[in-house]
């Protein structure tokens, strides 16, 4: 038997590393595969909880369904406007875009 | 050390190697299959929890739709140019790297000073997932759909080509 | 009708807003004569107040009060009414105001918003003369200082931005300080009537600042830092030195209608605060701080008059005018007699006039040669004799010659001033003497600008410049008759203020 | 009749607003709208004054302002003073009037000429019936602004434009003075009304040092407005008004308002011992300075004007020596000859086409018969010959000089007699006796620095500003009375006010003549508590007469037979007479110690406003910005850092829960 610690460990790493990605990566396409990669480990942590958590219930599989729902939808728009933003600026080196500026 | 156990540790190492793989691989091709290596080792850990369902729909959903949907997006860009030359942002770099990693620590320090403890798996079939989800969780569900929709033909819209 | 006059006339403006902002932005001349018929019936409603204005009766007139909304235990009440002192300056906002809109025909730019604005203003300003409740005192007083904020960031001269900004965040901040003196005058009576009643009004305020339930709450400290508060806020916005500083700027970017209001109407809003609030409320308090006042005034006084000397720029030396000016109100008010309260208030109405005047004359000048600077003007006499005689005339009441209302002020002043009791200033005579080398100093600006403008050979490039416009001898006669007949026959204004500020001095005991 | 004396300022007030609002339709006309006016002001004064002379006082007054429980009213009131002032003001300026019908009417302005005269006569009138001292000084301040408005009639002038500001600011200077010392009285007494103000002086309301302050404070209006040292430095330059205007204000009428105040206020004055000696030591430092000046000038208006100066310091030394009648006596006179003074010297300006320069007149006296016999009627009289009007003022001045106990104000006054006679003559010969000198239009003087010492050789710096400048407005004289002719003399309408003064200058002096019973005094005194009138003795009369025939006949020697060479004190002694020719320097001495100074303070105080007081608050404002600007440098637009940071921050929180709190462990 696994410890849940392990896979909560293992969540850790991987959301950490998906962070990491997210703050330092300048291709868009890796920053928002990152940003899959945390919402993957945040999957893993749900569903840890479901299986052998300290109140294991269904409920963390259904919203892992919905985590996943919403990731794709993200992927699906994020890569959309990430096409967008490559058409009219030429780039998607993340440095470039910082029309945020003050 | 039973058989569990060592599943979890290859399976483990494969989600890890291949996350950083992701942040460390040259060629952006090779990072997407990176990472769809990376889902489908955590697809295999739901699988070791005994979410079958789960798992299957990770496979199918990210491991297909969601890493084809990263090639599609791959292409249409720069997939061509490896790097953007030498990061001017050093400090980002480094913050960056201190930050995750700090955030880690803490993260498992209070994940093993926790006191969780360990029970019999339980087992949710496919069965319970359906009654919840369309039991308790129909208006969120109804939601997701509707996002599904509206994210579907956003995507449609931002992606298209500006006709005059 | 009668009773709700004060409203009508507050919020008429609005009206006439509302009215502009229907008509298409091409119509200018419609838009025009709408804002003069609008400000002109303002006009004749605040006339018909005065005229139904009762002499000699102590307190209140036209008071109205309603509940307006509570938040919690806080109630604002939508309080007006007018007494001696706050009716001679409705008056006369009402007619800078109008004689302003006459003097802003010549304005071709964007003159739909001009009037809005001019509007709008005018409707803050009155709202400031009629509140008694302190919280719609502050949004009238908040009213004010967006639009002129506008009126001079768009309509003026080449350093606009920086004056407008400055105009707005400096006497914001005096707003500012005002309100947190508010809301500690409204917790700190809260407190002195033990938790049992809150109040914004300023007429309980009073009552309960001069007999507090519980008066260890009120003590010396309190009130004297409240005081110096309303002190400081108000003395920004006169403007008191040393707070004076976006005063030239302001006045010198700002078109010239937007001068006329701003030095004939704005600057008397601090005034009027400093009598209302800070002497209404707290008149021991004044009279505690009296001798600083005075001080201050003298100060005003001299050091206005001794910038306005080496002035290179007419307009820049009217706006130094102005400064020293506001020092006779300091002084009329410091000294604590009727005499002296007296002539603060005739000061304050007659500088809006006479500055409206000059600002106006300036404004005309400007606009025909181009120039403002000092040394470049000159015999404007040969080359628009009018606009040159109405200048001199309004140089000689902002001197203070007799028979113009500028005298009267300084007059009633300066008897005030050698006529303060000894416990209040204790060294009047030497204030009253330093203040008159002012008289001095603010005959030779004023003489020695005449002199360089008005006076001497005519210059080849002024010939020909045409002389007043039909339409500019609304304003230039209107003020000029109105310093004139409070300079020959006053009483039509003492009669009006004398109770009230009976009233005020008698506070302590003066 | 005397109820109606409020007529009396309000006809030249009509003429006023007429020629203000429709002068320029009138154009000449304009003259006969002032003179009308005038005209029935005098009228309605000659009736006043005799009604009042078997009258009592009127007074008519309405409530002015409120203050408290205080009120000041105003109105009019008829005393014997001011009954005798209207005669003398109303009619000087009836005669100043038809005089510049003729001097003025080539000037396209003449119509505001004539309205800033009827507005004078109306201020100078509503000052002379003012029942209370405020309202004195109302009209004291609005006389001063027609001096200003007249001196600077010719503005495009610059030496006009800056005496007109000289004479303003410098009477100002005075004006505030008294102002403070009504302010004080008022303060004092609760009251503007002469009879309540004598009231409370007699009844010891008053402590004596603010008596005498109060009392010093009034007699500075006095000094600045009657042109007494040091503040008289303006009269001479106001010359450069129009010259009916100086016949008018600057020797008849508003600078003797100075002594006029000191005469009302006289009560007060008497009861400071301090504040007389003060008054008599100025009018006789005044009347000796302005009279040596007199004695060096070229400018035969500038020559005018110090006598006048000098002759107002007797005025007020007289008071000052308790001779109350002696001084208001010789205001009358000296109002007449004064004025006839100027208006021949007028005369004689239109003549020889807009000089003034004495030094290229002379031998006037064939060409211009009239003009000459009323100036030098005008000049015996000044010179104070029996039995001319000057000779019994200047008499009762020696009186109560000589009366007063202190030898020394006797002394200067005989002196200034003694050159008054002298530059009277030497002013009368040089223009009228001797050979034309003015002929050729070339100025003979024109690279003389202007003065008349030829033996003092450095004066190259004096300035005697001599105008021959053809005025904008002015038709060039060559053009209507031809500017080559040889002078002749003028037309009716300047010779019959010439003839009215000279009359009057004979006459004026016998309604205080002693053989007559002092009949001025009588009127004059009456109802009033000013004291014993000193009078001389007839060894008094015999000195006084010997001292103007000395001056006299030294003029007649040095300028006529030219027995004592021109320049002969002048060689003597070059260092004085470069001195007086320069005013003893007092212009150059004023503005190095006020002018400057405060400019120079006034120029500090704008680097002061502009460098720290504003400095503070754009620093205040600049500093805020550059923060926010500091801040937002971080704002680069980077999402990653802005991700970064938000984690930091987080981090950060946690660690604080550790550290704090001990969460966790």
Redesign the interface.
């Known amino acids: 038997m696994v410890p849940i610690s392990l896979f909560l460990s293992l969540a850790a790493i991987l959301f950490c590393i998906g962070l990491y990605g997210v703050l330092t990566r300048r291709h868009l396409v890796i920053v928002l595969a990152s940003i899959e990669l945390m919402l993957n480990s945040v999957n893993i942590n749900l569903v840890a909880f479901s299986a052998i958590g300290p109140f294991a219930n269904i409920s963390g599989q259904v919203f892992t369904l919905f985590v996943i729902t919403v990731a794709a939808a993200e992927a699906a728009v994020g890569l959309a406007i990430l096409i967008a933003l490559y058409r009219n600026r030429n780039s998607i080196d993340v440095i470039k875009h910082d029309l945020l500026r003050w | 050390m039973?058989t569990?156990?060592i599943f979890?540790i290859i399976l483990?190492l494969i989600?890890?190697v291949c996350?950083?793989l992701?942040?460390a691989l040259e060629r952006?091709s090779h990072?997407?299959v990176s990472?769809a290596f990376?889902?489908f080792a955590?697809a295999g850990?739901?699988f070791?929890?005994?979410?079958e369902?789960?798992g299957i729909?990770?496979v199918m959903?990210?491991v297909g739709?969601?890493t084809i949907?990263?090639v599609?997006?791959?292409m249409?860009?720069?997939h061509r140019n490896v790097?953007?030359g030498p990061?001017?942002?050093k400090g980002?770099?480094i913050?960056?790297?201190l930050?995750?990693?700090?955030?880690?620590g803490?993260?498992?320090?209070?994940?093993?000073?926790?006191d969780?403890?360990?029970?019999q798996?339980?087992?949710?079939t496919v069965e319970?997932?359906g009654l919840?989800?369309y039991g308790h969780?129909f208006i969120?569900f109804l939601g997701?759909g509707f996002?599904?929709t509206?994210?579907?033909i956003?995507?449609?819209?931002?992606?298209r080509?500006e006709v005059e | 009708m009668m009773e709700n006059m004060l409203t009508w006339l507050v919020f008429m403006p609005l009206i006439g807003v509302v009215l502009i902002l229907m008509i298409p932005k091409e119509n200018v001349n419609v838009i025009r004569s709408l804002a003069a018929i609008i400000s002109g019936v303002a006009l004749i409603l605040s006339l018909i107040i005065w005229g139904g204005f009762e002499r000699g009766v102590s307190g209140l007139q036209y008071a109205t009060t309603t509940e307006w909304f509570n938040i919690g235990f806080l109630q604002f009440n939508y309080e007006i009414g007018i007494d001696g002192l706050s009716m001679p300056l409705l008056v006369l906002t009402t007619i800078v105001t109008t004689l302003s809109i006459f003097a802003s025909f010549s304005i071709v730019k964007r003159v739909k918003e001009f009037y809005v604005w001019t509007l709008v203003l005018l409707t803050g300003m009155l709202g400031v003369f009629v509140a008694l409740d302190m919280f719609l005192f502050f949004l009238f007083f908040e009213l004010t200082l967006i639009p002129m904020f506008f009126l001079i960031g768009i309509w003026g001269g080449k350093m606009k931005e920086y004056a407008s900004f400055k105009f707005l965040v400096y006497t914001g901040l005096g707003s500012a300080i005002m309100f947190m003196t508010f809301i500690a005058m409204f917790f700190k009576s809260y407190e002195a009537m033990n938790m049992q009643e809150t109040t914004f009004s300023m007429i309980r305020m009073a009552e309960i600042f001069a007999d507090p339930a519980n008066p260890e709450v009120l003590t010396g400290t309190v009130k004297g830092a409240i005081f110096l508060a309303l002190f400081v806020a108000f003395a920004i916005k006169l403007p008191v030195f040393p707070f004076h500083t976006w005063l030239p700027n302001a006045h010198v970017e700002a078109p010239t209608a937007a001068s006329m209001i701003l030095a004939g109407v704005l600057l008397k809003m601090g005034g009027y605060g400093l009598i209302r609030l800070g002497f209404g409320i707290l008149p021991d308090q004044a009279a505690r701080f009296a001798t600083l006042i005075a001080i201050l005034g003298v100060i005003n006084i001299i050091y206005g008059a001794l910038l306005a000397l080496v002035q290179t720029d007419l307009k820049s030396l009217v706006a130094y005018s102005s400064i020293s000016h506001m020092g006779i109100v300091l002084l009329g008010i410091a000294s604590f007699t009727t005499s002296g309260m007296q002539g603060a208030i005739f000061q304050l109405v007659s500088h809006g006039f006479i500055s409206a005047l000059l600002f106006f004359m300036v404004g005309a000048i400007y606009e025909r040669t181009k120039t403002r600077t000092i040394s470049e003007l000159g015999g404007l006499s040969k080359s628009v004799p009018v606009l040159a005689g109405f200048m001199l005339a309004a140089a000689m009441a902002s001197v203070g010659l007799p028979g113009l209302s500028g005298f009267v002020s300084e007059l009633l002043a300066f008897i005030g001033i050698f006529g303060a009791s000894e416990s209040i200033i204790p060294a009047a005579t030497t204030i009253g003497v330093i203040a008159a080398i002012g008289i001095i100093l603010t005959a030779a600006y004023l003489l020695w600008a005449m002199q360089r403008t008005t006076f001497g050979p005519m210059k080849e490039k002024f010939i020909g410049l045409p002389d007043a416009r039909p339409m500019e001898y609304v304003p230039m006669i209107g003020l000029l008759a109105l310093s004139i007949i409070i300079g020959v026959y006053p009483h039509i204004l003492s009669d009006v203020i004398n109770t009230t500020v009976i009233d005020i001095v008698s506070k302590i005991g003066g | 009749m005397i109820q109606n004396a409020w007529l009396i300022p309000v006809f030249p007030l009509i003429a006023f607003l007429i020629l203000l609002f429709f002068g320029r339709f009138l154009k000449e006309k304009a003259a006969y709208v002032g003179i009308a006016g005038l005209g029935l002001s005098f009228i309605v004064s000659v009736m006043v004054l005799f009604e009042r002379i078997g009258g009592e006082t009127y007074t008519y007054v309405i409530e002015w302002i409120t203050f408290g429980e205080s009120t000041i009213t105003m109105g009019y009131e008829v005393t014997p003073l001011n009954a005798m002032m209207l005669i003398v003001v109303t009619l000087v300026s009836l005669v100043v009037h038809i005089f510049s019908r003729e001097y003025m009417h080539d000037d396209k302005r003449i119509h505001v000429f004539y309205s800033y005269l009827g507005l004078f006569s109306f201020s100078m009138l509503g000052l002379v019936l003012a029942p209370n001292v405020l309202q004195l000084f109302i009209f004291w301040e609005l006389v001063g602004l027609c001096s200003f408005l007249l001196v600077g009639f010719w503005y495009f002038k610059p030496e006009a434009a800056a005496a007109a500001k000289k004479a303003f600011l410098t009477t100002r200077i005075g004006d505030v003075g008294l102002l403070l010392g009504l302010v004080i009285l008022f303060n004092q007494t609760g009251s503007f009304d002469y009879g309540e103000i004598f009231a409370a002086v007699e009844n010891g309301l008053i402590n004596d040092t603010l008596l005498t302050a109060i009392a010093l404070l009034i007699f500075m209006g006095a000094v600045g407005k009657s042109a007494q040292f040091p503040l008289h430095v303006w009269l001479p330059d106001a010359m450069e008004g129009p010259t009916p205007v100086s016949a008018l204000i600057h020797a008849a009428t508003m600078v003797a308002a100075g002594v006029y105040l000191v005469g009302v206020m006289y009560p007060l004055f008497l009861a400071s011992p301090t504040a007389m000696t003060v008054v008599a030591y100025t009018g006789a430092i005044t009347a000796f300075f302005a009279a040596t000046m007199a004695l060096v000038m070229t400018d035969i208006k500038r020559v005018l004007a110090y006598s006048t100066i000098s002759q107002l310091g007797f005025m007020i030394l007289a008071l000052g020596t308790a001779g109350y009648v002696a001084g208001l006596f010789h205001l009358m006179t000296h109002a007449f000859f004064k004025a006839l003074l100027f208006l021949g010297a007028g005369s004689v300006i239109y003549a020889v086409h807009h000089r003034q320069d004495i030094r290229d007149m002379g031998g006037l006296w064939g060409k211009m018969k009239i003009t000459a016999v009323t100036f030098l009627i005008g000049s015996l009289a000044i010179a104070g010959v029996f039995p001319l009007a000057g000779f019994w003022s200047k008499e009762e001045i020696l009186a109560s000089a000589l009366l007063n106990g202190d030898g020394f104000l006797f002394a200067i006054a005989l002196v200034t007699a003694f050159m008054t006679a002298f530059y009277m003559f030497r002013l009368f010969f040089k223009t009228f006796t001797g050979e034309y000198r003015g002929g050729d239009h070339d100025d003979p003087h024109a690279n003389d620095p202007g003065v008349e010492a030829q033996g003092a050789a450095s004066v190259a710096e004096a300035d005697n500003p001599r105008d021959d400048s053809v005025d904008q407005d002015r038709v060039p004289p060559a053009e209507d009375h031809g500017h080559h002719d040889a002078p002749k003399e003028n037309s009716g309408f300047m010779t019959f006010p010439l003839i009215v003064l000279a009359s009057l200058a004979v006459v004026a002096g016998f309604v205080n003549a002693p053989f007559l019973g002092h009949q001025l005094e009588g009127f004059l005194i009456q109802g009033l508590n000013v004291g014993a009138q000193p009078h001389g003795e007839l060894w008094l009369a015999f000195l006084s007469l010997a001292v103007a025939g000395g001056g006299i006949a030294l003029a007649w020697a040095m300028y006529y037979k030219g027995a004592i060479a021109e320049d002969f004190f002048a060689s003597k002694a070059p260092g004085v007479h470069k001195l007086l020719i320069n005013k003893y320097y007092l212009d150059e001495v004023y503005v190095a110690v006020f002018v400057r100074p405060t400019v120079a303070i006034g120029r500090f105080f704008w680097e002061m406003d502009k460098s720290i007081v504003d400095g503070i608050v754009n620093l205040i404002g600049r500093s805020t910005r550059g923060t926010g600007r500091s801040f937002s440098r971080g704002h680069n637009g980077q999402l990653q850092t802005y991700g970064l940071v938000s984690i930091l921050g987080g981090l950060v929180v946690i660690a604080l829960a550790f550290v704090i709190r001990g969460y966790f462990g």
């Open positions: 039973n569990q156990m979890f483990a989600a890890i996350a950083v992701i942040m952006i990072r997407v990472m990376s889902f955590v850990l739901y070791l929890l005994g979410a369902f789960i729909i990770q959903v990210y739709a969601i949907l990263f599609f997006g791959m249409m860009t720069e790097g953007f990061d001017p942002r980002q770099q913050l960056g790297f930050g995750a990693a700090t955030l880690l803490v993260l498992l320090y209070g994940i093993f000073s926790m969780l403890p360990t029970e798996p339980y087992v949710g319970a997932i919840e989800l969780y969120a997701s996002l599904l509206s994210a579907l956003g995507a449609v819209v931002i992606a080509k």
